[in-house]
């Protein structure tokens, strides 16, 4: 499985981002999909994670100015990012578990710059 996040970028506090993540692999259907984050200095940080429509977390932080997203269809998995903040910034990876064997896969990071 082969994982390419995109979407990163720099924007001003209060902005908008729009990652997208896609995946290669015929294993990409009922297995879970997260978006981390990782900060200068910080350790790597669940933002939010989604299995199925019913099925998703946010980390507080984020709750109500995130959105995690997936297209079973094409392989992808997106996060809307709204109302960002400084805090935001990091490079942001995005994360398939195979819930059969707990197998996790990670793809390059996208970074981004929140300036305030």
């Known amino acids: 499985v082969q994982l390419q996040a995109s979407g990163g970028g720099l924007v001003q506090s209060g902005g908008s981002l729009r990652l997208s993540c896609a995946a290669s692999?015929?294993?990409?259907?009922?297995?879970?999909l997260g978006w981390y984050r990782q900060a200068p200095g910080k350790q790597r940080e669940l933002v939010a994670m989604?299995?199925?429509?019913?099925?998703?977390n946010y980390r507080d932080s984020v709750k109500g100015r995130f959105s995690i997203s997936r297209d079973n269809a094409k392989n992808m998995v997106y996060l809307q990012m709204n109302s960002l903040k400084p805090e935001d910034t990091g490079v942001y990876y995005c994360?398939?578990?195979?819930?059969?064997?707990?197998?996790?896969?990670w793809g390059k990071g996208t970074l981004v710059t929140v300036s305030s």
């Open positions: 692999g015929s294993i990409f259907n009922r297995n879970r």
């Open positions: 989604v299995f199925s429509d019913t099925i998703i």
């Open positions: 994360n398939l578990v195979v819930v059969d064997s707990g197998t996790s896969y």
